[in-house]
């Protein structure tokens, strides 16, 4: 492990946990409403997204734990994993973009909780892949956090709002 992801260590270890139970409640909120949530044309594909979304920052945090790893080959494997989970992101904006019902404003205030944190951990990979690696590092936190915030606003609706 480099030295830069050492100290970044005790932080991948909470992410990790966190973002797995996250991801775990999550998927108990959207099995409790399943029936409600499929009737909705834009919810699988956000729920989805908001999952690819912390499987990402389990992703990162569990590869920033990786003993031995070139920096390089640490942001490689982000950069990676943050384009796979913004298919599931970029698949939801056009689901929701198609969506008559709502205003657009409503439109891009669905779609953004979901871009924040995948732009971050896409940010944060290319600064530490081109060497400027502590500010990646530093915007690889605030997408593992962003992670969070949008996994939990997501689990509010596919528990509470789904219902309404």
């Known amino acids: 492990m480099?030295?830069?992801?050492?100290?970044?260590?005790?932080?991948?270890?909470a992410m990790?946990?966190?973002?797995?139970?996250?991801a775990g409640l999550l998927i108990v909120a959207m099995s409790v409403n399943i029936g409600e949530i499929m009737k909705s044309a834009t919810l699988p594909p956000r729920a989805a997204a908001s999952i690819a979304a912390l499987v990402?920052?389990?992703?990162?945090?569990?590869?920033?734990?990786?003993?031995g790893?070139?920096?390089?080959?640490?942001?490689?494997?982000?950069?990676?994993a943050a384009v796979l989970a913004g298919v599931f992101q970029v698949h939801?904006?056009?689901v929701v973009m198609r969506e008559d019902r709502v205003s657009p404003l409503d439109r891009v205030l669905k779609?953004?909780?979901?871009?924040?944190?995948?732009?971050?951990?896409?940010?944060?990979?290319?600064l530490v892949v081109a060497g400027v690696v502590e500010a990646g590092l530093v915007a690889m936190?605030?997408?593992?956090?962003?992670?969070?915030?949008?996994?939990?606003?997501?689990?509010?609706v596919v528990l509470?709002?789904?219902?309404?």
């Open 111 to 126: 779609s953004i909780a979901g871009v924040l944190p995948i732009v971050a951990f896409l940010g944060g990979a290319v």
């Open 2 to 13: 480099s030295e830069a992801l050492e100290a970044w260590t005790e932080f991948n270890v």
């Open 141 to 156: 936190a605030v997408g593992a956090v962003l992670s969070i915030i949008a996994a939990l606003l997501m689990a509010w």
């Open 69 to 80: 790893q070139p920096i390089v080959a640490y942001g490689i494997e982000v950069l990676a």
């Open 16 to 22: 990790v946990g966190a973002t797995a139970a996250l």
């Open 160 to 164: 509470v709002e789904v219902l309404r």
């Open 56 to 67: 990402l920052a389990i992703t990162a945090g569990a590869f920033g734990l990786v003993p």
């Open 92 to 94: 939801a904006i056009r």
